[in-house]
């Protein structure tokens, strides 16, 4: 396969941005919208036989899902550093984090990438969580064999929650 970019010309710049890229592949030429978008961090949050779960209202999917801790990297973050800060964040927990995995959430026109943890030796954080603005997160503790059944019966419908509690629950670490 031959691929060559012709041209790319933001046409979107913001806290996520789009451009558009002409490409030739294997002598056609192509247009295709790309969503420009910082790398993110997820995080399987273990105690015991049970994880943490966030629910909270997502605007796209005008829905409240029920999803693993997750978010943006900031400037300058490590994948470390923003799985830190994110478990402060919304389960209000530090712990032992470890990489897991890590996966495109949306390769046919998305740019995240997103690096998944595994954290254990949870400990209660005393200083309060900082949530961004449209965050209203409830923090659920449930049992890793309820959470993957709940996977397949529809109560977990993000799709990066699936595939993270689906691939522990197979090979934890």
């Known amino acids: 396969m031959k691929v060559r970019l ?19 592949i294997n002598g056609r030429v192509v247009d ?6 910082r790398p993110s961090v997820g995080i399987i949050a273990v105690q015991g036989d049970s994880i943490f779960l966030v629910s909270q209202y997502r605007r796209a999917a005008d829905k409240t ?3 693993i801790p997750a978010g943006k990297m900031e400037a300058g973050e490590t994948p470390l550093q923003a799985a830190k800060r994110e478990m402060d964040e919304e ?12 996966w495109y959430l949306a390769p046919g ?16 954080i005393a200083s309060r969580r900082q949530m961004d603005d449209d965050e209203d997160i409830s923090v659920k503790k449930v049992k890793l064999a ?10 977990i419908i993000d799709a990066k929650s699936i595939a ?10």
């Open 6 to 24: 012709v041209e790319s010309r933001k046409v979107y710049d913001g806290e996520v941005s789009m451009r558009v890229d002409r490409f030739s």
């Open 32 to 37: 295709k919208e790309i969503v420009e978008h």
């Open 65 to 67: 899902l029920l999803e």
């Open 91 to 102: 389960i209000g927990y530090s712990g032992t984090l470890k990489p897991f995995l890590k």
């Open 109 to 124: 026109y998305d740019t995240e990438l997103m690096y998944l943890f595994v954290a254990k030796n949870l400990r209660r």
């Open 146 to 155: 309820t959470a993957a059944k709940m996977c397949f019966s529809g109560q």
């Open 164 to 173: 993270a509690i689906l691939a522990y629950k197979s090979k934890p670490l």
